[in-house]
């Protein structure tokens, strides 16, 4: 049996795989950019997919595709959204043309093969159906494959992280209410501090989650700013007028986002300083997320030469040559996830750094790979902290107490009594002598004015 056929371009002719949707275009990429076995993913295909299919609806509307072309074509690109066909027909890598061009080709070829054989006809042949001609038809792929970045953004952000901040932030304020009573060693500089309440301490990894929530709340409506309608530089040249806005109108009701056009579409063209931002805020989360974790395992360490004060999940054995050890796994994937993150936001940086020059930026490809793993790492590695960490973490109520009793930063509440010097004098003796503050004034025979017991309560002192 035949194994391949063969398709012609302007540059000659080319064999193809001969059961496969994509065409010339595609197998020429395939031989061109064999880079990184990266393909894009699903999300992305599926968002360009959208895009294609309110072009074709608006083409229809205008009567510049007909109805028999435009139903073939339709139906497989409901195939594609509705039925998961055809996901295995991209195999194109990410690392390629910066514009996307052979992303949005492998598209038009997929579609347009497709649509020939509902119609009939054998695939390859680019008739009926031509994969520039109808399948692009008022487009480049300078003005579709950003608007298929803001989508899968806008997509991934709405549907997986920010529920996934949301379920940190619940999380933590039920840690919060749970730790209401306790107070502990506070510590600067990793040495002793003034005491602290424990809900303080988680107070403060809700307060960033609360904060960075808020700011990809806002960046979604830059994401809804879409350049659809600019073709290659943002002239809208061989689109029709209305074209932009009306392919907004369509994909605003096809995905539930209020979309609107950008009215600089070349800005959307030539630059992509909203994915930039997106990633700036993931770069926060990250931060934010880091320590957090890194909080947690420090103060669980131990479980008897650290400080020993957070018990944790037990998961999983920790060690293949010590028994019994546990290990705070979850907090180490976490940091190892957030340090990943921080990589694709630096990658993200250069790719508009470098790749923004003059009309157009050309490393669309590699700035939305990057950042729709980001979202994929955080989504998943917040939702597998909370699960198997967070929501589990209680106190060893012994161990804070003792450490609380034994601290020597009591001495700081002495100061309006007897002063800094004193009182620097009193948190020596203790540390030289291995008494407790209370055991060193006693033995001073120091007169303070008011009750020892009562200015030395911790829960004063916070």
């Known amino acids: 049996m035949k194994r391949t056929r063969t398709e012609k371009d302007a540059l000659g002719e080319v064999e193809v795989p001969v059961n496969v949707y994509w065409g010339v275009n595609t197998q020429r990429t395939l031989k061109n950019f064999k880079i990184s076995g990266r393909t894009f993913p699903v999300l992305f295909i599926k968002s360009l997919a959208q895009v294609k299919l309110a072009c074709l609806q608006v083409n229809m509307d205008n009567g510049d595709i007909g109805p028999e072309i435009g139903g ?24 390629q043309t910066g514009s996307g061009t052979q992303i949005n080709m492998n598209m038009n070829e997929v579609i347009a093969n497709r649509a020939n054989e509902i119609l009939g006809h054998e695939m390859g042949k680019k008739y009926p159906v031509h994969p520039n001609d109808h399948v692009n038809k008022g487009q480049s792929s300078n003005d579709v494959i950003p608007t298929a970045m803001h989508l899968a953004a806008l997509e991934t952000l709405s549907e997986d992280l920010l529920p996934a901040i949301d379920l940190i932030i619940e999380t933590l304020y039920k840690k919060i209410s749970e730790f209401k009573d306790i ?11 003034v005491p602290i309440p424990l809900s303080m301490e988680f107070s403060v990894y809700k307060q960033q989650f609360v904060n960075v929530y808020s700011q990809l709340q806002s960046v979604r409506e830059d994401l809804a700013v879409l350049p659809i309608g600019g073709t290659a530089l943002g002239t809208g040249i061989n689109a029709p007028p209305d074209f932009g806005e009306n392919v907004v109108e369509k994909l605003s009701k096809m995905t539930g986002f209020p979309l609107r056009v950008n009215p600089v579409k070349a800005e959307g063209i030539a630059s992509h300083s909203v994915i930039v931002r997106t990633s700036s805020y993931l770069r926060l989360l990250a931060l934010a997320l880091i320590k957090m974790a890194n909080d947690i395992r420090w103060m669980a360490s131990g479980p008897r030469a650290g400080l020993g004060e957070l018990n944790l999940p037990v998961n999983e054995p920790g060690s293949s040559i010590m028994p019994g050890k546990i290990n705070p796994t979850q907090s180490e994937m976490l940091i190892q996830v957030c340090i990943q993150v921080l990589g694709h936001d630096a990658s993200i940086v250069a790719a508009e750094t470098h790749g923004s020059v003059l009309d157009l930026n050309v ?17 998943n590695g917040i939702t597998s902290f909370v699960t198997h960490c967070l929501a589990d973490i209680t106190p060893n109520l012994e161990q804070i107490n003792q450490h609380l009793e034994s601290s020597l930063m009591l001495v700081t509440r002495l100061v309006p009594y007897i002063g800094y010097d004193k009182a620097s004098e009193i ?36």
């Open 183 to 193: 107070i502990k060693v506070g510590r600067t500089h990793l040495q002793d501090a």
């Open 363 to 379: 490393a669309k490809p590699v700035m939305i790979v990057n950042l729709l793993d980001a979202i994929r790492l955080l989504t």
């Open 72 to 95: 073939a074509m339709h139906q497989a690109l409901q195939e594609i959204l509705e039925d998961d066909k055809f996901l295995d027909q991209f195999p194109v890598d990410v690392f």
């Open 427 to 462: 948190a020596m003796t203790a540390l030289r002598t291995g008494r407790t503050i209370r055991e060193v004034i006693t033995e001073m025979k120091l007169k303070i004015d008011g009750d020892l017991n009562d200015i030395l309560d911790p829960k004063r002192m916070v």
